[in-house]
């Protein structure tokens, strides 16, 4: 088992900067993937950016260049910092982790980020 919890989520006026920040406790081995995904009111959850344990990393095109995904793998740690803040970017933010692509989902509890024009 693993417990994800977040951090980090704010109000914050457009084009401002975010770090959210996730702990992951519980099996190592199951902490392989880690990634954030997002959900705004009325949409499906969906993928941010995603990095392994070796540092891969993915993005969704909306976010490519503004936001950057890094993870501590001695601390369990995994950020995302966002820069250029969009209202589009609003959500609740959650933190994932899985052994491997297709393998059972962990989640954090999410983490409002909130994005004014």
């Known amino acids: 088992q693993v417990q994800l919890v977040e951090s980090g989520g704010d109000l914050v006026q457009a084009g401002g900067s975010l770090r959210l920040s996730c702990a992951a406790s519980g099996s190592s081995f199951l902490i392989n993937l880690m990634g954030w995904y997002r959900q705004a009111p009325g949409k499906q959850r969906e993928l941010v950016a995603v990095?392994?344990?070796?540092?891969?990393?993915n993005y969704a095109d909306s976010v490519k260049g503004r936001f950057t995904i890094s993870r501590d793998n001695a601390k369990n740690m995994v950020y995302l910092q966002m820069n250029s803040l969009k209202p589009e970017d609003t959500a609740v933010y959650y933190c994932?982790?899985?052994?491997?692509?297709?393998?059972?989902?962990?989640w954090g509890q999410g983490t409002q980020v909130t994005v004014s024009s």
């Open positions: 990095i392994t344990r070796g540092g891969i990393t």
């Open positions: 994932n982790c899985k052994r491997a692509w297709g393998a059972n989902d962990y």
